[in-house]
C-alpha cells in the first residue's frame, strides 16, 4: 500500500512587540509538526521572498499600524497569509480586518483553544471568522452593500493608520512625525473620524491596553 507523501510544514511566522507574547503563541505552535513556527526575526534572516508563509500577528504590534504592517508584508510575501491575535472585535470591525487583508482572527481569551485551528485553516487557504462577521462583509462587498456601508471601514487608509495610532497613545504631533505629514492633516482626519465613530474627542477612541496581563495569566 502507497503511503500518501507528508504535507509540507506551514511555516509560521509570529510578530509580536512583546516577548512573552512571542514565546507563547511560538510555544502553542510548536506541538504541532505540520506547522514551522518561528520568530519575526529568524524568519526575515533566512526566508526567500518566493516563500509563502502565515504570518500570527499579535495586537500589540510594532509602531507601525496594522494595515501599514500588512501592506509592507504584502509587497515582499505576495502569497503569503494572516491571523491576527487580539482583544475581542464588534463583529463589524472585523469584518473591515478581511478588507485589511487579514485571513483569520482570534481573540486573546481564546488563544490557546483556538490558534492552532486557526493557523491550520487559514494556511489551508480558508478564513477563520464567525459566520455574522463573513455575513456583514459580503454583505459590504455586494452593489447593494457599497451604497449603504455599514462598517466604520468606510474610514480611508489614512484613517484607519491615524486611529491605530491614536489608540496606542501616540500625540498628533508624534504622528505627523511617523506619517511624514503636518500635524493639521491628522486634525482634519480626526474630525472625519470623530463623525465616522460618532464619538466626541480623541479619549473615546481609546482602547484599554491589557494585552501582557491577559499573556501572564496564559502562562500560569
Known amino acids: 500500500m502507497t ?3 507528508r504535507p509540507t510544514p506551514a511555516i509560521t511566522c509570529i510578530i509580536a512587540r512583546n516577548p512573552l507574547a512571542a514565546k507563547y503563541l511560538l510555544l502553542l505552535l510548536a506541538t504541532d509538526s505540520n506547522l514551522t513556527p518561528m520568530l519575526f526575526e529568524e524568519f526575515v534572516r533566512q526566508s ?3 516563500m509563502s508563509p502565515v504570518f500570527v500577528l499579535d495586537g500589540s504590534l510594532p509602531v507601525l499600524p496594522l494595515s501599514e504592517c500588512v501592506q509592507r508584508l504584502q509587497s515582499r510575501y505576495h502569497e503569503a497569509r494572516y491571523v491576527l491575535v487580539d482583544a475581542p472585535r464588534p463583529e463589524n470591525e472585523c469584518a473591515r480586518l478581511l478588507f485589511l487583508g487579514i485571513h483569520g482572527f482570534v481573540e486573546n481569551h481564546a488563544v490557546a483553544k483556538s490558534l492552532h485551528g486557526a493557523v491550520l485553516a487559514v494556511a489551508a487557504g480558508r478564513l477563520w471568522f464567525s459566520e455574522k462577521v463573513l455575513e456583514i462583509y459580503v454583505k459590504s462587498t455586494s452593489p447593494q452593500g457599497r451604497s449603504r456601508p455599514e462598517l466604520p471601514a468606510a474610514t480611508t487608509r489614512r484613517e484607519s493608520q491615524i486611529l491605530e495610532l491614536v489608540q496606542n ?3 498628533n504631533k508624534e ?3 511617523l506619517l511624514n505629514i503636518r500635524e493639521s492633516t491628522i486634525k482634519f482626519h480626526l474630525s472625519n473620524l ?3 465613530l460618532q464619538v466626541v474627542n480623541r479619549q473615546e477612541l481609546l482602547v484599554a491596553d491589557d494585552s501582557l496581563a491577559i499573556w501572564k495569566q496564559m502562562l500560569h
Open 3 to 5: 503511503k500518501k507523501p
Open 48 to 50: 526567500p521572498e518566493t
Open 169 to 171: 497613545r501616540f500625540s
Open 175 to 177: 504622528i505627523a512625525n
Open 194 to 196: 470623530f463623525g465616522k
